[in-house]
């Protein structure tokens, strides 16, 4: 009897390690909640939306082309999201862009269960460069790096944010 206890104190022991490893319960997934338009981001305390702008939700998807904004644009695309959708909507910072990128994830660097129909190119932060006045930094979610070499005239992807 004492034998069979500690074989299955064991199996259990080899179970629970094998669990922790293999990272069954995606714990990266579990930190956001969807809702429609926007997902709200637990490990960061802020909700995104759920579309790149120029896009819509509708009917469970993202929907339309997603456009480009040079940095001076996207006041106005802020002024528009806070007016049509509430809220007060602005640029994420580097930080907060960064958390968003899925490095085992294979096409785009996105969970795309989770932020569906997102391009695999370069989005805005709202931070600039320290080293480089000049230029702003930029999270790519088809390399999944993050550059800070982009100046403003060149138009990039957007995703909005806002505080919870």
């Not at 034998?3 to 956001?32: D, E, H, P, R, Y």
């Not at 907060?96 to 932020?115: D, G, M, P, Q």
Request: aromatic share 14%.
């Amino acid at each position: 009897m004492l034998l069979f206890k500690i074989s299955l104190v064991k199996i259990q022991t080899l179970l629970i390690l094998f669990l922790i490893f293999s990272n069954i319960n995606n714990v990266w997934a579990s930190n956001f909640i969807t809702r429609g338009h926007y997902v709200i981001d637990l490990g960061e305390k802020i909700e995104w939306l759920t579309c790149p702008v120029g896009m819509v939700w509708q009917n469970e998807a993202c929907i339309g082309t997603p456009i480009k904004l040079k940095f001076n644009q996207i006041k106005t695309a802020i002024d528009q999201a806070n007016q049509q959708l509430g809220g007060n909507w602005r640029l994420p910072n580097r930080k907060e862009l960064e958390s968003l990128v899925c490095k085992s994830c294979i096409a785009v660097k996105i969970n795309t269960k989770i932020f569906p129909n997102t391009p695999a190119e370069s989005f805005w932060t709202s931070e600039i460069n320290p080293w480089q006045p000049k230029f702003l930094w930029t999270v790519n979610f088809f390399t999944g790096h993050t550059f800070g070499r982009f100046p403003p005239f060149i138009p990039n992807f957007v995703r909005l944010v806002r505080d919870r």
